[in-house]
């Protein structure tokens, strides 16, 4: 593991790889740069079905790495993305990371459990709520 000598960025490594791991072992993955993306397309897509309050909201739970995984590349302009069916939430999550294969369905609850196992209770409830019910069947 990489030391940086400021513990605020060494934390923060250690704990990404630790929820890339928990997505690894998940999916039964290999590749750590696999769970990456994944981890990556399912959060810009989930952030940008979310208001700005609500990605916010989000945002202050994830360490500061995964943040900016999270906000890389965001513009709030016209979000939340009117996304209210599973089926284009999936594709959604497709188009970001065609290379996740056709199991997009499996790969994306097993990034909505690693947040979950990894987020307070309350915000993924939190989170869930502001969600219309076929995206919220996708949670665990």
């Known amino acids: 593991m990489t030391h940086t000598g400021l513990k605020p960025f060494d934390t923060t490594l250690q704990i990404t790889h630790a929820w890339l791991n928990d997505l690894q072992q998940r999916m039964g993955w290999e590749d750590p740069h696999r769970a990456y993306f994944a981890l990556r397309a399912v959060l810009h897509v989930l952030r940008d079905r979310l208001t700005v309050e609500q990605a916010a909201a989000l945002a202050a739970q994830l360490p500061l790495l995964v943040r900016g995984i999270f906000y890389e590349g965001w513009h709030p302009h016209g979000k939340p993305l009117r996304v209210r069916h599973r089926e284009e939430f999936l594709a959604q999550v497709a188009k970001e990371f065609p290379e996740l294969g056709t199991d997009v369905d499996t790969i994306t609850r097993a990034v909505l459990e ?5 987020l307070t ?16 069947s996708l949670w665990p």
């Open 114 to 118: 690693v947040l979950s196992e990894h």
């Open 121 to 136: 209770s309350g915000e993924v409830e939190k989170l869930k709520q502001g969600l219309p019910e076929e995206l919220r």
